[in-house]
């Protein structure tokens, strides 16, 4: 009697093994349809169709993603080199701020490294 419900039990837990696998096959056919049409539309938007006249703003889809990001590394690029020109212009205080910066930089990592071994 308890090997019959052993065998019942075990003959279940064995279909919804085989019904998990295709739910889980499924799943993963829908996802790689899902990327490929993605994949689809990202080489359509990769680029504008046109760069920016006098002023013209992309602001739809990826797209206007592009546009921002170029924006953002634009002034990126521009605060590095403000940073630079600064440390160029000063250069005992862009040795100090360095200097203090690493060295917060050390006190934090030995605190952190001093938790870590007293535990």
């Known amino acids: 009697m308890k090997s019959n419900n052993h065998d019942k039990n075990l003959d279940a837990l064995n279909a919804g093994i085989a019904k998990t696998r ?3 096959a ?3 056919a829908g996802l790689q349809k899902l990327e490929e049409s993605k994949i689809d539309a990202l080489a359509v938007d990769a680029k504008p169709p ?3 006249v006098n002023g013209e703003r992309h602001d ?4 206007g993603f592009w ?3 170029d ?3 634009t002034q990126g690029e521009n605060v590095a080199k ?3 020109d600064e440390i160029r212009r000063h250069p005992l205080i862009g040795g100090a701020a360095a200097f203090g910066l690493g060295f917060a930089i050390a006190k934090l990592l030995f605190k ?3 938790k870590v071994s007293a535990q």
């Not at 739809?60 to 797209?63: D, L, P, R």
């Open 22 to 24: 295709e739910e889980i």
């Open 26 to 28: 499924a799943l993963t």
């Open 50 to 52: 046109h760069e920016p």
């Open 60 to 63: 739809g889809g990826w797209a």
């Open 67 to 69: 546009q921002r990001l």
């Open 71 to 73: 924006a953002v590394e």
């Open 82 to 84: 403000g940073i630079a």
């Open 112 to 114: 952190r490294g001093k």
